[in-house]
């Protein structure tokens, strides 16, 4: 499956013009493949046989126009294609694809951070330009809140993961306090 | 040599028997015929009268008797006499040969008999030594199981003071390794309750400025956490 993906990815980045494009088309496929997921009538109007062929081709074209993409547009050829392939179910993994590979092309880095709160635009600024100084590449911020996390913040970049929230900070004391104890019973 | 003196005392006193009983039949039978005229006389008289010694015809008529006369007694003991001289003469080696042969067969007899008895006394002595013998085996015997018995005791005691001692020693490990799960059980529920305790107090106190506070602190030190993480 991962080859298939990485065979379409290689040859919508091929058909792009320009980097612009390529993000354009990894965004559709994206908001595409979760809507697919997400409705259930959707994948009825698309996958049953009861309907023509050309009926259910509509309703992508439509969706896909909806969502940004002209009917010429390279995003809507290429659920066209993906479709008539019976190939919608990798659209998730393909459209992740695109945007590691546009990003790269645009040499971006993403950073999801995500805080307890939302807090004010000059964190996440903060937070970018700090990412984007030690990393050296050029850093853009996702947003990301879940209360859970009580207080502080989390970001994953590069695939690693900087925790500094008060949840993360409380479980590491808690292992800690763990292996003290485990290392004091058994020095006993 | 008794034995054959019995059996020749037995057949001599046989024979006079014979050789009485004989004239007395004779003389009873002689009697008879003279009593009938005796009582053809008596039928007159009306009783019988008692026979007497004098009665006996002793020789009379020896040679030549006259008919009606009994048989004198001489002459019976002579037949009787005659009687005996034939028997020794003619059957006394017959006699003598198998009352040699019955004594042979007696003493034999009495020989085997005497070899029974022997064996027999052999028997019982080696029977009675075999008893002693066996008396003493069965003493041994049961020595010997006694102390078998007490052997046992003592390994089965053995074996079970080992075995109690092991069990305690088990029992003795499994409580202090239960101790120390539970200890390390206790501790960890301690631990865990008291960060749950920890978080809903820090959620219940934390505001606004202190998440700012807490973000901008993120802020200044994530730059050197991405450098770290990336770099290692």
């Keep these: 499956m991962t080859e298939v993906r990485d065979r379409y990815a290689q040859a919508i980045y091929e058909l792009a013009s320009d980097p612009a494009e390529l993000d354009q088309v990894a965004r559709t496929l994206s908001e595409f493949a979760r809507l697919y997921g997400e409705s259930r009538e959707l994948r009825e109007a698309l996958e049953n046989p009861v309907f023509p062929m050309e009926r259910r081709e509509a309703v992508l074209v439509d969706v896909a126009s909806a969502l940004g993409g002209s009917e010429d547009s390279l995003a809507t050829r290429a659920l066209r294609v993906l479709f008539s392939r019976r190939r919608l179910p990798i659209l998730a993994e393909l459209a992740q694809t695109l945007r590691k590979v546009a990003d790269e092309r645009k040499g971006i880095v993403r950073a999801q951070v995500t805080t307890a709160t939302a807090l004010n635009e000059g964190f996440y600024e903060q937070v970018g330009r700090a990412l984007s100084e030690a990393l050296g590449k050029n850093v853009v911020v996702e947003r990301a809140v879940d209360p859970q996390l009580i207080g502080g913040a989390i970001t994953e970049v590069m695939g690693r993961t900087i925790d500094r929230s008060v949840r993360g900070q409380l479980r590491r004391v808690e292992q800690d306090l763990l292996m003290l104890t485990a290392q004091q019973s058994l020095s006993h | ?232």
Excluded: C
């Design chain 2, 1 to 232: 040599m008794k034995t054959t003196r019995r059996i020749a005392r037995g057949w001599i006193t046989t024979s006079l028997f014979v050789a009485l009983l004989g004239p007395a039949t004779l003389w009873a039978k002689g009697h008879e015929e003279h009593g009938h005229g005796v009582e053809h006389v008596a039928s007159g008289h009306g009783h019988h009268s008692a026979p007497e010694v004098s009665d006996i015809n002793w020789v009379d008529g020896l040679f030549s008797r006259p008919e009606g006369t009994p048989v004198p007694v001489v002459a019976l003991l002579i037949n009787t006499a005659v009687l005996f001289f034939l028997l020794g003469r003619f059957g006394g080696p017959a006699i003598r040969e198998g009352l040699k042969g019955r004594q042979k067969r007696i003493a034999q007899d009495i020989e085997a008999a005497r070899e029974m008895k022997e064996t027999a006394i052999e028997q019982l002595a080696f029977y009675k030594e075999k008893l002693e013998r066996f008396e003493s085996e069965m003493k041994s015997i049961q020595d010997s199981m006694r102390e078998q018995a007490e052997l046992e005791r003592t390994r089965v005691l053995k074996e079970a003071e080992e075995r109690r001692l092991s069990l305690e020693r088990e029992a003795r490990a499994r409580l202090e390794r239960e101790l120390v799960e539970a200890r390390k059980e206790a501790l960890r529920v301690a631990v865990s309750e008291s960060i749950r305790a920890a978080e809903r107090v820090i959620k219940g106190t934390i505001n606004g400025e202190d998440q700012e506070r807490l973000g901008g602190e993120f802020a200044q030190t994530v730059g050197a956490s991405a450098t770290r993480e990336v770099s290692a």
